[in-house]
């Protein structure tokens, strides 16, 4: 590690035991200032959460490369702090030293999820925030068409949870109001200005270019018919591309069954040109999902999610891609990563997790993702057990596939995985 980002490091670390001290400090002053005679009342839970997690594995590779020991360091804080009842800020961040080193980013990566302040009005129902801002929108697990805000926001791929990647990616620059009426209804307008004009390499940036390369604008109306029905319909413009819009919404079928689906079109090159460099020909598109989540005895729960994305490789390009070999396939794919854009036109994912459900303290979570076109998969399962302040997690992944397929061409084959959490 550099030692500029051993200082990193040790900044962090200073700061999350600090963020610890003062909330220790905060409900030590609340229990000495118990009036006398009442019995002792349990402390508020902090706002802050911060965590430091260590990964050690192997991955198994492909073409002749053998196994590859690979190891992680990450420090992780968030957490909002009212200033009074109308004022608020929001701090996310995270440092995550990688071995190997991402391909595309150098160094210790940095990310700087959140930084805003933010302010309602007395009654609650008007507010604005300005600042580095998460916005996400969709119910669906793997894949969100109407998330129009996903693009290159994750800087470090640490797991292939979809949920995991949605939750550590950057926000975005931007002003946004939001007001809400009575029933469930809301609108909200998100004004990004344009700070940089691509993303950065390095890690220690806060990479304004991936989130803010060129101006945007993302409306959303929100509205909760009834307590089994909720929807949105949004409109995104972004500066040089036509303005796209979505429909998202999810509604309960049964005390078991919940039902979910996105929609979104606009106007767009073809994912494979923008990788590859080809015509920069924009077409009209739709991407979309349609899935469904059981939830069993011993919270058990298992989401099936249908995934279309019109601006993926048609059949013809893609063996195309593949006869031309991995490099050509492989340049492809990592770009589609990188937007959070599914590379095939077809896909399904299924989701299942249990919470404690087996044993006690024991969650299990695992996923399955196939190429309809070419049926190579991507198979993840972590095990995790919650104490205290700790957590121990084994996680497995495989990628299998003929060798000019999605999963099949991947360098790496499988990796095993133990991650031990500590919370602050």
């Not at 640490?158 to 946004?176: F, H, V």
């Not at 050509?328 to 997790?353: C, H, I």
Request: glycine share 10%; charged share 15%.
């Amino acid at each position: 590690m550099r030692a500029s980002h051993r200082w990193t490091f040790v900044a962090i670390t200073v700061g999350l035991m600090a963020c610890q001290g003062l909330a220790r400090a905060a409900a030590e002053d609340d229990a000495l200032s118990l009036p006398a005679g009442n019995e002792p009342t349990a402390a508020a839970p902090s706002p802050w959460r911060a965590f430091g997690e260590l990964a050690l594995g192997q991955t198994q590779q492909r073409y002749g490369l053998g196994n590859q020991s690979n190891h992680r360091l990450s420090l992780d804080l968030r957490g909002q702090h009212k200033l009074d009842k109308q004022w608020r800020t929001t701090l996310s961040a995270r440092l995550d030293a990688l071995h190997p080193d991402d391909a595309a980013i150098s160094g210790t990566v940095f990310s700087l999820r959140e930084a805003s302040v933010g302010w309602q009005d007395a009654a609650g129902d008007f507010s604005v925030d300005a600042g580095r801002i998460n916005v996400r929108y969709g119910p669906a697990y793997g894949y969100n068409p109407t998330d129009f805000l996903r693009r290159q926001t994750v800087r470090a791929f640490t797991s292939a949870d979809p949920i995991a990647q949605r939750e550590n990616r950057l926000g975005t620059a931007m002003i946004r109001a939001q007001k809400v009426w009575s029933g469930g209804t809301s609108l909200s307008l998100g004004l990004a200005p344009r700070l940089a004009h691509a993303p950065s390499t390095d890690g220690s940036s806060t990479d304004w270019g991936a989130t803010n390369s060129s101006r945007q604008a993302l409306l959303a109306l929100s509205a909760q018919p009834s307590d089994k029905l909720s929807g949105q319909a949004l409109v995104y413009a972004r500066e040089g591309q036509s303005p796209q819009i979505g429909l998202n919404g999810s509604g309960v079928l049964s005390d078991s069954t919940v039902v979910f689906g996105e929609w979104s079109r606009g106007r767009e090159v073809p994912l494979f040109n923008q990788a590859l460099g080809g015509a920069a020909v924009a077409s009209s598109g739709n991407r979309a999902v349609a899935g469904f989540t059981w939830s069993g005895g011993q919270n058990l729960a298992i989401t099936l999610e249908a995934e279309y994305n019109g601006f993926g490789a048609p059949t013809a390009q893609w063996d195309q891609a593949a006869a031309a070999g991995p490099a050509v396939l492989g340049s492809y794919l990592a770009y589609a990563q990188r937007q959070q854009d599914n590379a095939a036109r077809q896909s399904v994912m299924l989701y299942a997790s249990q919470r404690g459900g087996i044993w006690k303290g024991v969650d299990l979570t695992g996923l399955i993702r196939v190429n309809t076109h070419d049926h190579s998969r991507l198979m993840w399962l972590e095990v995790r057990h919650h104490w205290q302040q700790f957590d121990l997690a084994l996680q497995w992944q495989q990628a299998t596939g003929s060798s000019l397929s999605e999963y099949g061409v991947m360098p790496a084959r499988s990796y095993l995985q133990v991650a031990g959490t500590w919370f602050f």
